[in-house]
């Protein structure tokens, strides 16, 4: 485990967040890598084992300080989704809208 992943997961301990998190998180990491491929959604200059720490913990440290369980949030230029696919990962009774101008960038979604 890479020393980024490995403080994430210990900021997941810290929020009191379940361990099986951690794997959830693990497959949004692998399918980021997978369409920053086809669209630059994070920077490819950025080696992606930094998103552990830079991203994903980056976009929980909100929960430090606030309960969203239930609340309604807009996540503007939402870009690679983040900060809100790892808030909705983290507190799932979240409603949470991902925005952005860049028509390519957020995914359509099906029903």
Known sequence: ?????RE?????KELELPAELLSRFEAYHKLLEEQNR?????SRAEPSEKWWTKHFLD??????CLDLTGQKALDFGSGAGLPGIPLKLAVPSIRITL???IGKKPAPCKR
């Open 99 to 101: 925005l952005d101008s």
């Open 38 to 42: 086809m669209v630059n959604l994070v």
């Open 59 to 64: 976009s929980l440290l909100l929960l430090k």
């Open 1 to 5: 485990m890479s020393p980024e992943k």
């Open 8 to 12: 994430f997961a210990e900021f997941l």
